[in-house]
C-alpha cells in the first residue's frame, strides 16, 4: 500500500470471527471477517483523472472521479483537495453508481499536482486515495495574442496605432493591461505607458499607441490571466515639410567678437518633426559668393522644432550685402535671410 493510500478501520485486532466484512466501515456483506487481515485501497476506492494532463493556462480542466465499490453506506461522503489549482466540489456524496466527481482548473505555474479523495462518515476519514495531474507549460500565444494595426509610426508625436490583445475564451477574467517601453497610451505630457483595458464580447482588448517625438523603438506588451504577449512598433524619422528661418541683428560689423543669434524653425502638416534633426547653416558674400564666417553654438532641432546656432562675421569678413542659409539635409527645404557687413 503506497503512503498516498489509507484504509482505516474501527474493527481493531483479534482472531477470526463471524462479522459483518467491513473494509473501511464500508459494509460489504456478511461473512467471516479476520480483523488482522490486510485490505487493499484499490478493493474500496478509485480514483482517476481525464485527462491527466492539462496546460498550466489557468482556465484548463481535468476531471476526477472516485468510486466507491461496493456503496451500500448512505451517509458516507467524499472530500476532493488538490496541492494547487482550484477543485469545483471540495466536498460530495456518491451518486448510486457509487460514483463522485470533481473538477480541476489549473492554474498557471507548470508541474505536478497531487489529487486527494478522502472518504467521510461524518467528519472520521475512513478511506482515502490520491492521484497525480501535469500542469504542463503552456505557450502564452494559446491564452493572450498580440497584434498592432501598424509597426512603423513617423516619431511626430502625434501618429498612432490601434494595438489589440485576443483572449482565449477560456480566460475568465477579462482584464488586459497593456505596457509600451516608448510612446504613450496618451496625447501630450507625461507620457502613461502602463493602461488597464476591458476586453468587449469579441475577447478583443484595445488601447491606442501614439509615437513619441523621437527616433526608437517599443516593446508593447499585454499582460491577462498571468500570460503576455509582446509586439514591436519602430518610430521613424518625421522629417520636416517647411522651414523658416530668423536672424538677429541684420546687420553686424568685422569682427571675432561679435555674433547673430539664428534660429531655423521646422514645421511638418500633420504632427511635429522629430527631434535631433539636422540644420545645416551657410554664409557667403553676395558679390563675390564667397563663403566666410563661422557658426558656433549649433544645435540640432529640439521639442519645440527649432534648431539654433550663432554666426560669427570675423574680422576679415568682406564688408556688404551677404547672405545666411539655412538648409535640411536630405530633404529639397532651404531658406535664406539678408544681412550686412559694415566696417568695425
Same mark, same amino acid.
Not at 458516507?76 to 496541492?83: G, I, K, M, N
Not at 489549473?106 to 467528519?123: F, L, M, N, Q, Y
Given at each position: 500500500m503506497?503512503?498516498?493510500?489509507?484504509?482505516?478501520?474501527?474493527?481493531?485486532?483479534?482472531?477470526?470471527?463471524?462479522?459483518?466484512?467491513?473494509?473501511?466501515?464500508?459494509?460489504?456483506g456478511a461473512g467471516c471477517y479476520d480483523r488482522n487481515a490486510v485490505v487493499e485501497p484499490s478493493e474500496i476506492l478509485t480514483l482517476e483523472a481525464s485527462p491527466a494532463v492539462i496546460p $498550466?493556462?489557468?482556465?484548463?480542466?481535468?476531471?476526477?472521479?472516485?468510486?466507491?465499490?461496493?456503496?451500500? +453506506?448512505? !451517509?458516507?461522503? &467524499?472530500?476532493?483537495?488538490?496541492?494547487?489549482?482550484?477543485?469545483?466540489?471540495?466536498?460530495?456524496?456518491?451518486?448510486s453508481a457509487g460514483r463522485a466527481v470533481a473538477v480541476l482548473q489549473?492554474?498557471?505555474?507548470?508541474?505536478?499536482?497531487?489529487?486527494?479523495?478522502?472518504?467521510?462518515?461524518?467528519?472520521t476519514i475512513v478511506a482515502s486515495r490520491s492521484i497525480n495531474i501535469t500542469f504542463d507549460t503552456v505557450a502564452a500565444g494559446n491564452v493572450v495574442r498580440l497584434s498592432v494595426v501598424t509597426s512603423v509610426l513617423p516619431a511626430d508625436g502625434a501618429s498612432n496605432t490601434e494595438v489589440r $490583445?485576443?483572449?482565449?475564451?477560456?480566460?475568465?477574467?477579462?482584464?488586459?493591461?497593456?505596457?509600451?517601453? +516608448?510612446? !504613450?497610451?496618451? &496625447?501630450?505630457?507625461p507620457a502613461v505607458q502602463s493602461i488597464p483595458r476591458t476586453a468587449s464580447e469579441d475577447g478583443i482588448a484595445r488601447a491606442i499607441l501614439y509615437a513619441p517625438q523621437a527616433v526608437g523603438s517599443a516593446l508593447v506588451t499585454a499582460t491577462a490571466g498571468g500570460f503576455s504577449a509582446a509586439a514591436t512598433v519602430t518610430f521613424a524619422v518625421a522629417p520636416p515639410d517647411a522651414l523658416a528661418l530668423k536672424v538677429s541683428p541684420l546687420s553686424l560689423p568685422q569682427s571675432d567678437a561679435e555674433s547673430a543669434a539664428i534660429v531655423a524653425t521646422l514645421s511638418r502638416t500633420s504632427g511635429k518633426v522629430t527631434v535631433n534633426t539636422a540644420v545645416e547653416f551657410s554664409a557667403f558674400n553676395d558679390d563675390s559668393g564667397d563663403a566666410f564666417g563661422s557658426f558656433?553654438?549649433?544645435l540640432r532641432s529640439n521639442a519645440s522644432e527649432q534648431a539654433t546656432a550663432e554666426f560669427i562675421p570675423g574680422s576679415s569678413a568682406p564688408l556688404g550685402p551677404a547672405t545666411i542659409r539655412a538648409r535640411v539635409p536630405g530633404t529639397t527645404l532651404r531658406k535664406e535671410v539678408k544681412i550686412v557687413i559694415t566696417p568695425p
Open positions: 503506497s503512503h498516498h493510500d489509507r484504509v482505516t478501520s474501527a474493527l481493531g485486532s483479534g482472531p477470526p470471527t463471524c462479522y459483518l466484512w467491513v473494509f473501511a466501515l464500508v459494509a460489504l $498550466a493556462d489557468g482556465f484548463s480542466t481535468s476531471q476526477v472521479t472516485a468510486t466507491l465499490n461496493p456503496r451500500s +453506506d448512505q !451517509s458516507l461522503t &467524499v472530500a476532493f483537495q488538490a496541492s494547487r489549482g482550484t477543485v469545483s466540489v471540495p466536498q460530495t456524496s456518491f451518486d489549473s492554474d498557471t505555474r507548470p508541474g505536478v499536482i497531487v489529487v486527494t479523495a478522502e472518504v467521510k462518515r461524518g467528519e $490583445a485576443e483572449l482565449n475564451p477560456g480566460v475568465a477574467s477579462r482584464e488586459v493591461t497593456f505596457t509600451t517601453t +516608448d510612446g !504613450s497610451f496618451s &496625447v501630450g505630457e558656433a553654438d549649433v
